[in-house]
């Protein structure tokens, strides 16, 4: 990837969405109205959320020194923000709900036991929070599982969906997205530390951040999309001197595992 990929003509700008749309689980927002009519396909927002949380993690590491750990520090727990935030559970739970994803996501030959134990018991903190959301008034309802909430309330179609089952499509949803999201994340910023004058091009040109996350997917291939964009943003702004703290060789690659990861992203600016 290099500059002149980034320079490419724009598209089109659409209005962006704040997120989530009505707080209400048991009433159509009435946001969905325009968007059937208007924009089938459109952009959700998120984003000044995304670059507060950014924020705040970036200066938690410069409050410690560098050298950090940008995968512990900074991939992973925006990861798991953005996530927390979409299904309406505490971020504070984030540390509980990302380690199970090092057993979840694992690659092996035959299955374990303590595989199965894993999952369901993230299958029973997704099923608490549902029950969470239900306690709360529908007005004070948040993310999916607070869309379930209102499902399971108001719709009689939904009767026959139990709370395993609601809990089993979070379970899922914070799985995939997490490990993916965290995965691009750590990648994208492995990319530009071997390239450290794009970092210093996007922060001279924050409007092509988007085309760099576009590049930048094609480069790692690894499922994800926009939403590391309000990270990378916040990123190359707040630390225009970051650099591997280590030689790119002296890297240690997980092996047994979905996605092609480093264990650690050592870093320093």
Same mark, same amino acid.
């Not at 395993?164 to 994208?188: I, K, P, Q, R, W």
């Given at each position: 990837m290099g500059v002149e990929q980034l320079e490419g003509p724009g598209t089109g700008q659409r209005p962006l969405l704040d997120f989530p749309l009505s707080r209400r689980g048991d009433v159509l927002p009435q946001e969905c109205a325009w968007l059937r009519e208007k924009a089938p396909v459109a952009r959700v927002g998120l984003r000044d959320l995304l670059r507060a949380r950014a924020g705040e993690l970036l200066d938690a590491l410069v409050a410690e020194g560098g050298p950090a750990d940008l995968r512990a520090g900074f991939a992973d727990p925006f990861s798991a923000a953005l996530h927390c935030q979409v299904l309406g559970v505490p971020f504070e739970d984030r540390r509980r709900l990302m380690s199970g994803l090092d057993v979840a996501f694992m690659t092996a030959r035959e299955p374990f036991a303590d595989s199965a134990l894993n999952w369901y018991k993230d299958v029973g903190y997704f099923a608490d929070r549902l029950h969470d959301q @239900?306690? @709360? +008034? =529908?007005?004070?309802? %948040?993310?999916?599982?607070?869309? &379930? +909430?209102?499902?399971?309330?108001?719709? =009689? /179609?939904?009767?026959?969906?139990?709370?395993?089952? &609601? *809990? %089993?499509? +979070?379970?899922?949803? &914070?799985? +995939?997205? *997490?490990?993916?999201?965290?995965? &691009?994340?750590?990648? *994208?910023?492995?990319?530009?530390?071997?390239? =450290? /004058?794009?970092?210093?091009?996007?922060?001279r040109h924050p409007e092509r951040m988007a085309g760099a996350v576009e590049e930048l $997917?094609?480069?790692?291939?690894?499922?994800?999309?926009? $939403? =590391?964009?309000i990270a990378l943003e916040v990123l190359v702004e707040r630390l225009p001197g970051l650099r591997l703290a280590v030689p790119s060789e002296n890297l240690v690659w997980r092996t047994g595992f979905i996605k092609r990861l480093p264990e650690r992203l050592p870093v320093a600016w």
């Open positions: @239900l306690a @709360l +008034a =529908p007005e004070e309802r %948040t993310g999916l599982l607070g869309r &379930f +909430a209102g499902l399971k309330e108001a719709d =009689p /179609e939904s009767a026959h969906l139990t709370d395993e089952m &609601f *809990a %089993t499509v +979070a379970v899922s949803l &914070f799985g +995939a997205g *997490a490990v993916s999201t965290s995965a &691009f994340l750590t990648l *994208a910023v492995l990319a530009l530390l071997q390239r =450290p /004058e794009l970092i210093g091009y996007l922060r $997917l094609r480069w790692n291939l690894s499922v994800g999309d926009g $939403l =590391p964009c």
